[in-house]
């Protein structure tokens, strides 16, 4: 079976510094995704992991530990704008031509506050 | 990054009537797409995944006659919910993938659905 768990919501200052936890245990693992979603529209990718360790992308890092099944998602110099949900995805099952399924988690509703 | 595009955005229908849902990859062609739906608050569920030119392949629980899709090029997928009722009201988002070796699936704008 899936399941994926992260902390359902957090708050944070501006300009603060911010980790969102992601723990898993799925059948099978091809990759761990972190997307962003603001509210009422479909969500942009942000990070994709699929070796342990950290990837850093501007104001936002994402890291992965296999053997722990676990992942964080980092965002730095928090903006207003970054009050979001932001989605924890492990990408698994085979869906054929070359693509795997995504298991999403519930995501975790950030509000950065001023 | 790439683009998928999904209309309508938002439709409100009345119970009974059927209600189609465009996906379009507007730079790339899609080998795989993907159709999810998002009740309030919860996460996004998939309920297919189809693959151009071949059925699709509904997840458990969701009913295939109720929620067809057609695939039939590689840049356009259509969900259609058929004979809706109330209960089918929720958020449904598309996804799309077509660049080999990546995996990344990147999402349309999503179709708000109401069905009175």
């Known amino acids: 079976g899936q399941n994926i768990d992260q902390p359902t919501e957090m708050t944070a200052t501006e300009g603060a510094i911010v980790q969102i936890n992601c723990t898993y245990q799925t059948s099978g693992f091809n990759g761990l995704f972190w997307y962003q979603q603001h509210a009422g529209e479909a969500p942009t990718f942000l990070s994709y992991n699929v070796l342990d360790g950290l990837e850093e992308k501007g104001r936002f890092s994402s890291f992965l530990s296999r053997s722990k099944g676990y992942s964080y998602l980092l965002l730095k110099e928090l903006q207003m704008k970054d009050s979001a949900s932001y989605l924890c995805?492990?990408?698994?099952?085979?869906?054929?031509?070359?693509?795997?399924?995504?298991?999403f988690g519930k995501g975790t509703k950030l509000s950065v506050i001023p | 990054g790439a683009v998928v595009s999904q209309h309508p955005s938002w439709v409100i229908c009345k119970s009974g009537t059927s209600v189609k849902i465009e996906c379009r990859s507007l730079?790339?062609?899609?080998?795989?797409m993907f159709w999810y739906r998002q009740f309030p608050k919860q996460s996004l569920m998939l309920m297919a995944t189809?693959?151009?030119?071949?059925?699709?392949?509904?997840e458990q629980g969701v009913e295939k006659d109720k929620f067809l899709i057609n695939h039939a090029s590689l840049t356009l997928s259509t969900l259609t919910v058929t004979s809706a009722h109330p209960e089918d009201s929720s958020f449904y988002i598309c996804?799309?993938?077509?660049?080999?070796?990546?995996?990344?699936?990147?999402f349309g704008a999503g179709t708000r659905l109401s069905v009175l």
């Open positions: 996804s799309a993938h077509g660049h080999r070796g990546l995996y990344i699936q990147y």
């Open positions: 995805a492990v990408s698994g099952a085979y869906s054929g031509a070359g693509s795997y399924q995504l298991t």
């Open positions: 730079d790339f062609q899609a080998t795989t």
């Open positions: 189809s693959n151009e030119g071949s059925k699709a392949t509904y």
